[in-house]
DNA sequence: CCAATTCTGGACAGCAATGTCCATAACAGG
DNA sequence: CCTGTTATGGACATTGCTGTCCAGAATTGG
């Protein structure tokens, strides 16, 4: 009976994410949002409802995309080629068009402070990282290209933090060489 | 002939700087900024200009502040101790009371990309924090705890980086133990 | 045709923020 | 005392944002 909805709820959500990812939370208004989504209030409201939920949910969608990319590149038996992949893939993100960053770690500067949800969000979805890392390092170590004495979980949380390290360099204008030349020194502790 | 100021510039720059590096620059607001510093709308205006000038300032002051502390642990002949003491006064800063992060890194995300005066002045900050470290690096190269052949820059870009890998991860609540651990684990390229 | 639902956009209330203007008071030196 | 400068805070104009309400148009199934 109902007239059907005229947009996809998934791919306004994206243009949101994107939205968001690009200006950051403050700086991003919801007639911004409107106009990117191309919706009208009405529909924007009621099919979102304000902008934090709105930005909770982008930030999901956003984790989510995330998550398949580290399982893409970490998934099996990548090993430490898996990890090197990773890191280039996110230096070619981080150093092309706009200097966007990355919505997490964005995040975790902008807004998990004051926002304890968001923050929650934010540690599970860098969890999810470091476990992506951590058994990249497992197959390693059974591939013996790593030694069994390292500690995988110290190791997986160091790797996670350096894209953090890539995100603010890329931020503030690094080059992709820099880039380059800073994941190649951060991930040389891989191969003694 | 004039009245003298009631108030010490410098006392109230500091105290603005404060109020930014607390709540970042989007989510301060100037009534927020004359409570804090204790001025009169008027006083603030005059003496400051408008938010992006006194943010501006702000940022000046807060750099400056680095460069001494920089200085005061890279500065003569203090080697790999240097920087490591550097690391834990500022592991120190970002485990207690309010995670705050640092003004530098934390406008590098969010005030670089927006404002090109601003993501100036944040590179030459960082510049100088790398020449530290290089200078450091140089001092324990000339003591022979570090071998000839490392790059001397790139390493010290590295360590620059580290700093704002600890910020980010200390802004979405790590421990101070998950951030020495962190630490550790960065400086463990130091001695091979 | 009818009913249900959605889309769209105008209008608006409420609020907060920025920055200006102004009147008044306080304080220094000549 | 007088003049020049500063401090203080009330009032205000302007702007922009958020979120709600409403009315009219569109589109589906029955």
New binding site residues.
Partial sequence: ???????DRDDVLLTAMEVFWTHGYEA??????RHAM??????????F????A?FNEALGRYISLNDADVDAHLGKNQGLDGIRRLFDARIDMLSSGARRGCLMMNSCVEVSPHNPDVAQRLRSGLKRMERGFASALDQAVAEGTVTPSTDVDALAFYLTAQIGALVVMAKNGATKGELTQLSTQALSVLHP
Same sequence: chains 1, 2.
Avoid: A, I, N, V
Avoid at 28 to 33: D, I, K
């Fill in positions: 009976m109902p007239r059907p909805r005229e947009f991003t208004t919801m007639t911004q949002l191309g919706l009208g209030r009405q529909s924007l409201y009621d099919t409802g304000d902008k934090d709105l």
